[in-house]
Every structure is written in C-alpha cells, then in structure tokens.
C-alpha cells in the first residue's frame, strides 16, 4: 500500500475531497494540519487514515517530526503533497530531506516559482512572453519603461495570485510604489499586455502526457478585482481551444513537468500588440505547479461531468485516469461585491437561475479580495447564456448595460 502524506487537508475546504479519493483508491492517506482533530468534518475524518496535528504549518520543524512519524510507524512515504501554492517550496523541502522523490525537489523551486526564471521555459516552448525588468533604481526602471512605454505592471517575483500587484501609468506612480514597496521582496516589472487571462488546467501522468484537460477564461484581470475592489467573474470553458491546449502541452514539456495537477495562465490578446503578436494571440503569463484555486476544481467537475478529485488520486495510484468526461457546460463563476447596488437581489438570482445553479454561498473574509462576497456558480450550454448571466447577475442600477 503506498502511504501519502496530504498537508492541510482541512484548508482549502474542498480539498478533503482529493483525500476520499485516495484512500479510495486504497492508498493510506495520513493528513498534517494545525486544526484540531475534533474540529475535523466528519468527511474529512472519514479519507483519513490517520491525522497529525502541529501547533501551526509555518512551524517547518513541527511538520518535518510529523512527517517522521509518520516514516517511523508507516515505513516510506510515497507522496507528498498539499496542491496549494503556499506550501509548495515547504512541500519540496520536505521531499528532498525525506528523499521522497514523486515530485518537485528544493532544486526544481526557482524556475517554478520565480517569474523572471519562467521566462526562459516558455521561450523554450516557442511562446512569447512579456518584456521584463527586476526592480532596482529608478533609473534602471525608466530606462525600461522608455524602452516598453507605460503603463507597467509590478509584483513580486516570488508571489501567489494578485498579492502586491500594482499597474503604474506614469513617473507619479512610479515614485510613489519604490517609496512604499516592502524592501525585502524582490519585484519584477514588466510591460503592459492588453488581453484577457486564458488558463490550461490539466492533471500529467508520470510521463508527462495529460490525462485530463480543461481551461477557465478570466475577463477581467485579478490585480484590478483585488485593487478595485471590483465584481469577481471568470468560467470553465466548454471546449478548450485548440491553440491553448498546444501551449499548455509545450509548457509541460519544456517544464519537465510529471505526476502533477497544473494550472498555467496565458494571456490571450485584445488587440494587435508589437511585439507580443495579433488579437487572438496566446502569450505566456505563469505557471501554476497545482490546482488553480477556489472552487474552481469543482467548477471543473460541473463543466466536464467528472471528478477531477479522483482523476488527481488515480494519477497518484494507477498512473492514469479510471474515469472518462462527460457532456461539456460551460462553469460560471461571478463573485458579487457588497455594498453594491444589484438590479437582481440574491432572490431573484435564484428564482430566474435555479435551474442552471451548482453553488451558492458567502466568501470568508480571507478569500474575499479575489473573489466576492457573495458567490454563484451555475452551468450554460452555450455562450450566450453564459454571458446573459454575467450582464444580468451584475447589472447595477443606474447602470446600462
């Protein structure tokens, strides 16, 4: 039996599900976390095998004794994982001082993690990316911007989803995020694209081949949702597009990418851009070495009739997938603001769209930023629909749409 080590199984909450499928599936799951046990759901007791709890998951040497435990009363360990990007450099340290070699090593860290490093792969891959520059001086930052034009987009090097993100339309600008920007991160600038967020989200067996294959459409950029404080939307495609799924597959090939669920984000281009590409385009953004987040594993399963959970856990212990996809939707997400005012109150969203409705439920504070307060999730057989949803969900009074 191969015993895997899940980390933070409890968070986020939908994750418990990849834990039920492997241990049915057979494998011996053993859960780490800083919840207390008793405060477990019962599900997520149930896909435990057993469960260890630390003080807290930012302690390295708490979760590095759990883990050894876990050796000592179990013998190897086979997998570990947590599929959360926070965790994903104290994931790989724990394989490489475990010698726990079914995923990415301490070593494989920059070039997954590092914007400025990810560059060079997609290059690799035959996919443009943006014109980048490391933040130092002003004046090495000018010389750039002159060369790209403004406006310019910052942001950790080293950062998860929108977190310190900041576009720069001008030298005001400028002065005022190197006077104020956190003196211990390292940022990289690059130029502006004008295009909306396509992502390639697939589960890779242990030879690189995909075995599952699907992709969101976010319309609106993340930094703006998260600095605006605007309205969260984004959806699950259909059908993914040919020309995604052909970057998707060079971006795991040239990433060496093995025995993983992914996440890769490329702009798709609103208009002609010199030298980026024409409208349409794909133009690389970054990789995401785990499931992209919130519901979306979910939204997945709406869209394609199947259960990327177990796909995941069968990756894991057949080294391929025993489920096949059925009828394609395309997955709605909108993420309603408070505070604004709807034309549609929450009733009447679900009196005209119960029908089409998968999920309803408030945001916790902690994830709000990104995605509403107040969320919907509902399935479109077609793209009209998909987008009459959205026009009428959102519409505020006063407001033409």
């Not at 896909?47 to 302690?59: P, R």
């Not at 001008?170 to 002065?175: I, P, R, T, V």
């Not at 502006?192 to 599952?212: C, K, R």
Request: hydrophobic share 35%.
């Amino acid at each position: 039996m191969k015993n895997v080590v899940f980390i933070s199984p409890n968070f986020p909450t939908n994750y418990w599900q990849f834990c039920r499928e492997l241990k049915n599936n057979g494998l011996n799951v053993l859960g780490i976390g800083d919840q207390p046990y008793d405060e477990l759901t019962p599900a997520l007791k149930d896909s435990l095998n057993e469960y260890y709890k630390v003080g807290t998951l930012e302690d390295y040497d708490a979760v590095y004794r759990a883990v050894a435990f876990f050796i000592h009363k179990y013998g190897r360990i086979d997998w570990l994982e947590s599929n959360n990007e926070y965790w994903l450099e104290r994931d790989a340290a724990l394989r490489t001082d475990f010698h726990i070699t079914s995923g990415f090593q301490t070593s494989d860290i920059p070039r997954i993690k590092y914007k400025s490093r990810m560059k060079e792969f997609y290059q690799a891959a035959g996919i443009p990316t943006a014109r980048y520059h490391l933040v130092d001086n002003r004046k090495n930052c000018m010389a750039f911007i002159n060369e790209v034009g403004w406006p310019v987009v910052v942001k950790p090097d080293n950062g998860v989803g929108a977190s310190d993100t900041h576009k720069l339309s001008n030298s005001k600008d400028l002065a005022l995020f190197l006077a104020t920007r956190n003196p211990d991160v390292t940022y990289i600038m690059e130029e502006f694209i004008h295009a909306e967020v396509n992502s390639y989200d697939a589960i890779i067996d242990s030879q690189g081949n995909p075995i599952f294959e699907t992709g969101n459409v976010t319309p609106m950029s993340i930094m703006d949702i998260v600095n605006e404080a605007d309205n969260s939307i984004y959806y699950i495609v259909k059908d993914l597009p040919a020309d995604t799924r052909k970057a998707g597959r060079a971006t795991v090939k040239s990433f060496g990418v093995k025995s993983r669920f992914v996440h890769f984000e490329f702009f798709r281009l609103t208009q002609d851009q010199e030298g980026m590409g024409k409208k349409g385009d794909v133009v690389a953004l970054e990789v995401n070495m785990r499931p992209c987040g919130g519901f979306s594993p979910d939204m997945m399963n709406f869209a394609n009739s199947t259960n990327v959970y177990k796909i995941w856990a069968d990756m894991i212990a057949f080294d391929r997938s025993t489920l096949e996809t059925g009828e394609h939707a395309f997955c709605a997400y909108a993420g309603r603001r408070d505070g604004k005012d709807f034309v549609m109150d929450h009733e009447a969203v679900l009196e005209k769209y119960g029908g089409n409705m998968k999920m309803v439920g408030r945001i916790p504070d902690v994830l709000s930023d990104a995605m509403g307060n107040q969320m919907y999730v509902a399935t479109f057989p077609t793209k009209r629909e998909l987008d009459g949803f959205y026009r009428n969900v959102l519409k505020l009074n006063g407001k033409k749409n």
